[in-house]
């Protein structure tokens, strides 16, 4: 099992950029893949990106594939997520999640797939 946390969000200008980061407790954090989410106000839990267990593959959502970067620390427990060029439609609490199975490639954006949340962050990008 496995607990998450996530850190560095808060408020910032379009166009700025920030990191999230979430670290993990428990054990055996580099067999976990591991993805981001996000939830805007009144809108469904939506996938932002997610990494392999190995940090290999990665994987994004169209509308920020370009601007963010997925990545992991497997010797610090912690996975990251690099966010630049952001918009006022990025402003959604986000949270990192983590599972373990043989499917990851088929369901890695499937928020339903991950067994282990984070309690989110916070991100506001004003105009």
């Known amino acids: 099992q496995v607990q998450l946390g996530e850190s560095g969000g808060g408020l910032v200008q379009a166009g700025g950029s920030m990191r999230l980061s979430c670290a993990a407790s428990?054990?055996?954090?580099?067999?976990?893949?591991m993805g981001w989410f996000r939830q805007a106000p009144g809108k469904e839990r939506e996938f932002v990106a997610a990494?392999?267990?190995?940090?290999?593959?990665?994987y994004y959502a169209d509308s920020v594939k370009g601007r963010f970067t997925i990545s992991r620390d497997n010797a610090k427990n912690t996975v990251f997520l690099q966010m630049n060029s952001l918009k006022p439609e990025d402003t959604a609490v986000y949270y990192c999640a983590g599972v373990l199975t043989l499917l990851f490639s088929r369901t890695y954006s499937n928020a339903n797939a991950y067994n282990y949340w984070g309690q989110g962050t916070q991100v506001t990008v004003s105009s």
């Open positions: 990494i392999s267990r190995s940090g290999d593959f990665t």
């Open positions: 428990g054990r055996a954090f580099s067999s976990y893949d």
